[in-house]
């Protein structure tokens, strides 16, 4: 079955940066679009950012600018990286995946997604 693993969460301060790594495992033959998403206590998760199957990426407004999600198809490996980052940026940061699709956009709704990660922190003191 598909797993998702993120690492690279931490606490930093207010202007700085972290790396988030999501691999994958257990895709089958097929398109599959990732993305990452996050989750505050007393919030509902949000989209960050995602990659849809034709490359485009999609951010939610508020890290444009600061996020860079990347993916390497061949290692199965979803990235973000973060800088500048803000005490806004709080939250238990979630790797996505969905499919096996013909095709798929890079969708931000949580509930298109099939595959979920346990979870990385990233904590951001002002």
Known sequence: QVQLVESGGGQVQSGGSLRLSCVASG??????????????PGKEREGVA????????????????????SQNKTANTLTLQMDGLKPDDTAMYYCAARGPLPYCSGSML??????WGQGTQVTVSS
């Open 50 to 69: 995602a990659i849809g199957s034709n490359g485009v990426i999609t951010y939610t407004s508020s890290v444009k600018g600061r996020f860079i999600i």
């Open 110 to 115: 949580a509930r298109q997604y099939d595959y």
């Open 27 to 40: 895709f089958t033959t097929g398109t599959y679009c990732m993305g990452w998403f996050r989750q505050a």
